[in-house]
Structure formats: structure tokens, C-alpha cells
């Protein structure tokens, strides 16, 4: 693209070539997806020094020079990968335009600056394991819906579920969205943690990922959730981390995550 204007590009060129340019901005931690969208739409945004306002524009981030306001902007080139044990409260994005606490101020300036954001989302007044990194390689194979991720929950829900609750969970329930569409979600793990008077904890495995989805589908069946916490993701745990503390993945275990996550076969 270093070559030519990029509304230039022919169609072909920007479905096949380069990267999305909200998703670099994304990436080197300016803003999130949408948010990245919106700074393009409303001309904030400039590759080598021309405004781009279309959506969809594809650079290379090697050749290019991407601006912000400005502000050159610069992809990560050390590669980071963390474990977050997320306290409820916190949002998971970089930036929260309600100025609330995000994850990003559980880790320290110099883990900052190198642009980590986090890997999938969990819900504010959910707490547990999260992924902070700025590989988008390794963030898309842990949360694009073509891979097979396991996220394991506990749930605390009201009451006692019965075993016909349980077992729809294991077929898949209907869970409604923000647009008020249906969703059949996939069948989950689950089991019986404990039990007391004042409710019960239940361990459930996710393949997916919808928003709020755990808590969606403990409603429907008769049973909300009154606590959230991800204790797990793939064969990562909390383990030795803290609510509100964090830790570097070792290589072993970023091997481990991308070596399972690979496509699922098609039928």
C-alpha cells in the first residue's frame, strides 16, 4: 500500500491483501474494534499522511505509517502474553469511555506500553482468568468462533437446579440477545460443585463465547446467577495468581494453547 493511495486498492486487493486498519489500531492497544471504527469515520485517522474515513481499508503495518491525531502510531514487536486473574468491577477492554477501572490498570506502565490488550472479554461483574497480549495471531485462534476453545466457569446460582435444568444445559438452551433474537446455544459441561440452602455451585465448559452467555443460559433454565468467576481457560487455572494479580505465560503453555486451538473439521 506504501506504493499507492489506499482507496486506490481495487476491491480484490482489500478482501485479500494486508490488515484491516481498525483491526491494527485495535491491536497496538489504541482503542477497540468498534472504537478504532469510529475514530476512522470521523477523520482522526491518516495513513501515510492522507485521512482515511472508509471502513474496510487494508495496510501493511511493515510499510505503512499509521497516524492517529497525528501520533505516529507503532505495532508491538515484542511479544507479550499474561495472565490475568480479573477482579469483578473491572471492565475488559483498553480503553472504557465511562472512565471506568479497566484491566489494563492491573498491570504495570512498562506491560502497558507494549500495547497488550485483552483476549476475549468477561462481563464486569464477572471475575477470573483473562488474557491480556498483543500477538493478534494468538488472540484471534483463542477467540475466533471457527476454533474450539474450552472456558471452564463456576457459577454460583440461585436455588437448586433439578436434574432436567442440568441436562438441558448439556443439550443447549435458548438464550435471548440485546436484539431480542433467539440463539440456540452448543451443548455444555456441567456438574454439581456443592450445595447449601442458600444455593449452588455448579463448574460449566463452554466452547463459546456470546455475551453474557453463561448467565443467559443459567436464566433459562430457572436459575440466575448470583456469582461468576472463570477459573479456567483451556488448561490454564488461577492457580498461584491472586485476584488482581498477574503472571507471564510460560512458552510451554502458549504452545499448548496454540497447538490445540486449530480449526474445527467441517462436516
Known amino acids: 500500500m506504501s506504493e499507492q493511495k489506499p482507496e486506490q486498492k481495487s476491491e480484490s486487493e482489500n478482501t485479500v491483501a494486508g490488515e484491516r ?46 497516524s492517529v491525531d497525528g501520533k505516529v502510531i507503532q505495532a508491538a514487536t515484542q511479544k507479550v502474553y499474561l495472565l490475568v486473574h480479573k477482579p469483578a468491577g ?9 472512565h471506568r477501572p479497566t484491566v489494563l490498570a492491573l498491570v504495570p506502565p512498562e506491560i502497558r506500553r507494549l500495547r497488550v490488550y485483552p483476549v476475549g472479554r468477561l462481563d464486569i461483574d464477572t471475575s477470573g482468568l483473562l488474557l491480556l497480549t498483543n500477538d493478534g495471531d494468538f488472540a484471534l485462534q483463542l477467540t475466533h468462533p471457527r476454533y474450539s476453545t474450552q472456558k471452564h466457569y463456576e457459577a454460583l446460582v440461585q436455588g437448586n437446579p ?27 459441561q456441567v456438574r454439581v460443585l456443592r450445595q447449601s440452602g442458600a444455593g449452588t455451585s ?56 496454540t497447538k490445540e486451538h486449530v480449526p474445527e473439521k467441517q462436516s
Open 162 to 188: 433439578t436434574p432436567e435444568a442440568l441436562e438441558a444445559l448439556r443439550q443447549g438452551v435458548t438464550i435471548h440477545e440485546d436484539d431480542g433474537s433467539l440463539y440456540q446455544t452448543s451443548p455444555a
Open 90 to 98: 473491572y471492565v475488559s477492554t483498553a480503553h472504557d469511555p465511562q
Open 202 to 257: 455448579l463448574i460449566l465448559t463452554l466452547h463459546e463465547g456470546h455475551k453474557r452467555q453463561v448467565r443467559r443460559m443459567l436464566r433459562a433454565v430457572g436459575y440466575p446467577v448470583r456469582q461468576l468467576i472463570r477459573v479456567g481457560v483451556g488448561n490454564l487455572t488461577l492457580k498461584g495468581v491472586a485476584q488482581g494479580q498477574w503472571r507471564h505465560l510460560t512458552a510451554a503453555e502458549i504452545h499448548q494453547l
Open 21 to 66: 486498519l481498525s483491526r491494527f489500531l485495535a491491536h497496538a492497544g489504541v482503542a477497540s474494534r468498534r472504537h478504532a471504527e469510529e475514530l476512522i469515520t470521523a477523520g482522526r485517522v491518516q495513513v501515510n499522511g492522507q485521512t482515511i474515513t472508509a471502513q474496510g481499508v487494508r495496510i501493511d503495518p511493515e510499510q505503512d505509517q499509521i
